[in-house]
């Protein structure tokens, strides 16, 4: 069955650390570009960051209210994507999803194009 | 930072057409894709590319984009299509999401 299943989520005090993790199975993980987004309670979506397949040299991008605090890694062996969160604030309580985007390649250009499969979220809670 | 902003609601009956709109500075410069989120569950893609419809979404979605403003058109809506809609472009290397859209469909 094609899936991602997200874990690691919980209540975690400010200033505190947190990683969560994505499995995955049913695809090429290995030559998947993996994202996280993520939707603080009763709010709208917000993109936290991407990692690029390591074919495509494995690199990483931030939204601005993570970057330095978050870090996106992955192993593709263990079929798995992480999320390592630090210095955590009580603003990124939040459902945490892991999804795949879809890209097209055209040499060695490639272009975003849209969020496919969508797991099914862990909750993060930062507070005291 | 690019921004995209939506509507915060709205309605429509059963059998009209709704249309939910998302501005951005030069969107049709972009792809923009549409996601459904109903409550409890995670998002779905409906539009992508700006017109472009995922193998099992309804043909009664289609969507639009030129100038400042992508548009998602329900035509025929159906009580089933309540939901939250989410406009998403990429500015650069980063993913900007609009506010989302309440479909009331009444």
């Known amino acids: 069955e094609v899936q991602l299943v997200e874990s690691g989520g919980g209540l975690v005090k400010p200033g505190g650390s947190l990683r969560l993790s994505c499995a995955a199975s049913?695809?090429?993980?290995?030559?998947?570009?993996m994202s996280w987004v993520r939707q603080a309670p009763g709010k709208g979506l917000e993109w936290v960051g991407r990692i690029k397949s390591k074919t495509d040299g494995g690199t990483t991008d931030y939204a601005a209210p993570v970057k330095g605090r978050f870090t996106i890694s992955r192993d593709d062996l263990k079929k798995t994507l992480y999320l390592q969160m630090n210095s955590l604030k009580t603003e990124d309580t939040a459902v945490y999803y892991c999804?795949?985007?879809?890209?097209?390649?055209?040499?060695?250009?490639?272009?975003?194009?849209?969020?496919?499969?969508w797991g099914r979220g862990t909750l993060v809670t930062v507070s005291s | 930072s690019y921004e995209l902003t939506q509507p915060p609601s709205v309605s429509v009956s059963p059998g009209q057409t709704a249309s939910i709109t998302c501005s951005g500075d030069?969107?049709?410069?972009?792809?923009a894709c549409w996601y459904q989120q109903k409550p409890g569950q995670s998002p779905v893609v409906v539009i992508y590319q700006d017109t472009k419809r995922p193998s099992g979404i309804p043909e009664r979605f289609s969507g639009s984009n030129s100038g400042n403003t992508a548009t998602l058109t329900i035509s025929g809506t159906q009580a089933m299509d309540e939901a939250d809609y989410y406009c998403q472009a990429w500015d650069s290397t980063t993913v900007v999401f609009g506010g989302g859209t309440k479909l009331t469909v009444l």
């Open positions: 030069k969107l049709g410069d972009k792809y």
């Open positions: 049913g695809f090429t993980f290995n030559n998947a570009w």
């Open positions: 999804t795949t985007v879809v890209r097209d390649c055209s040499g060695s250009s490639c272009y975003e194009r849209y969020f496919d499969l």
